[in-house]
């Protein structure tokens, strides 16, 4: 059964950082292309960063480049987002998703909370 | 950037009706569409992908059309667990990967 289990979320202040994982089972991120979707309370979903399977393709959404960095490590079969400089609007429910297509999301995580304030 | 707009923002429908959602493509995305159903505290689920193609494990009553800018999902009759938000998704002009602003389908 895959699963994705995400943790690492919390409250931060506004220029502070926080590193977000994501946990597999039942799926190795070798063969998956995954990202990083985040949803802010009550609106939709913003997809955030992507890499690819082999590792070696990596996307930023403008609104976090610079500042976040996406990665895994396939020995512990995890994924990572470093966020930097966080800022308010950053605050969101933040989902690790993926395929073993770079098109749609089938796996996903139950998400991890992120509050950026003061 | 491709901007997805759906429709309506919330539609109203009893039980056993049919729910016709739209989304629309500000330019031509050929049949690079899914959609998804999100519940309250719950992640997203993808329903179809390929605008036309169930995914695993979904009902048949949920099914999708269209192709390059139009595109439709449509439950012909609805179950209590179907009243959820749903968004589409373009996948053919990436980075980056784009979302509509989502429908709620609840109970009139």
């Known amino acids: 059964q895959v699963q994705l289990v995400e943790s690492g979320g919390g409250l931060v202040k506004p220029g502070g950082s926080l590193r977000l994982s994501c946990a597999a089972s039942?799926?190795?991120?070798?063969?998956?292309?995954m990202g990083w979707i985040r949803q802010a309370p009550g609106k939709g979903l913003e997809w955030v960063s992507y890499i690819s399977a082999s590792g070696r393709t990596i996307f930023y959404a403008d609104s976090v480049k610079g500042r976040f960095t996406i990665s895994t490590d396939n020995a512990k079969n995890s994924l990572y987002l470093q966020m930097n400089n966080l800022r308010a609007e950053d605050t969101a429910v933040y989902y690790c998703?993926?395929?073993?297509?770079?098109?749609?999301?089938?796996?996903w995580g139950q998400g991890t909370l992120v509050t950026v304030s003061s | 950037e491709t901007v997805m707009t759906q429709s309506p923002v919330t539609l109203s429908v009893s039980p056993g009706e049919r729910a016709t959602l739209s989304c629309r493509a500000s330019q031509s995305i050929s049949s690079h569409l899914a959609w998804y159903q999100q519940k309250p505290g719950q992640a997203p689920r993808l329903l179809i992908y390929?605008?036309?193609t169930r995914a695993t494990g979904i009902p048949a009553r949920f099914s999708g059309s269209g192709s390059e800018t139009e595109f439709t999902l449509t439950i012909s009759s609805l179950q209590s667990e179907d009243f959820a938000v749903y968004y589409c998704q373009q996948y053919k002009n990436w980075p980056p990967w784009t979302f509509g602003q989502g429908t709620k389908v609840e109970i009139k």
């Open positions: 998703a993926g395929d073993q297509l770079p098109n749609w999301f089938d796996v």
């Open positions: 039942g799926l190795s991120f070798s063969d998956y292309y």
């Open positions: 390929n605008a036309a």
